[in-house]
C-alpha cells in the first residue's frame, strides 16, 4: 500500500518513543504471557491473523484497551500490516500508561514471510 507524507509523517514523529520488537522476540515473549494485539481492520483480521492475537482495531484500541486490560503493566505486541498503525497505536497506549508496549517490526507481512501460525 502507497502511504501519502502526511502520514508517513506522523509515523516518523512517534518512532523514537516506540520500542520495535521482531516476530523471533514476538514469539518468544508472547510464549511467556505477553499479549499480542492485531490493530488492523475487522476485515483484515479475519481474512487471518497470527494464532492466538486479540482483535483491537486502530479505531477502538484506545477505548476498550483499559476494560481488557485494566493493569498497565500488561506487555502488549501490538501489530498491523506493515508496523505502522501500531507503532501509531503503541505511542497512545503509552501516553495512556501503559510501560510494556512494542510494535512488532514488520506487521503482518514479516508475521507471514517468518512462517509464524496463522489463524
Not at 50 to 70: K, T
Request: glycine share 10%; hydrophobic share 40%.
Amino acid at each position: 500500500m502507497e502511504h501519502s507524507n502526511e502520514f508517513l509523517q506522523l509515523v516518523a514523529e512517534v518512532m523514537p518513543r516506540v520500542q520495535e520488537i521482531s516476530v523471533d522476540k514476538t514469539l518468544e515473549r508472547v510464549e511467556k504471557g505477553a499479549v499480542l494485539i492485531d490493530v488492523r481492520e475487522d476485515s483484515e483480521f479475519d481474512a487471518a491473523h497470527a494464532a492466538g492475537a486479540r482483535h483491537m482495531g486502530r479505531g477502538i484500541i484506545e477505548r476498550d484497551i483499559v476494560q481488557a486490560f485494566p493493569d498497565k503493566e500488561t506487555e502488549l505486541i501490538l501489530y498491523c500490516g506493515g508496523g505502522y498503525r501500531s507503532a501509531l497505536a503503541a505511542d497512545m497506549l503509552q501516553k495512556m500508561g501503559y510501560t510494556k508496549v512494542w510494535s512488532m517490526a514488520g506487521g503482518w507481512t514479516a508475521w507471514k514471510a517468518s512462517g509464524g501460525p496463522v489463524e
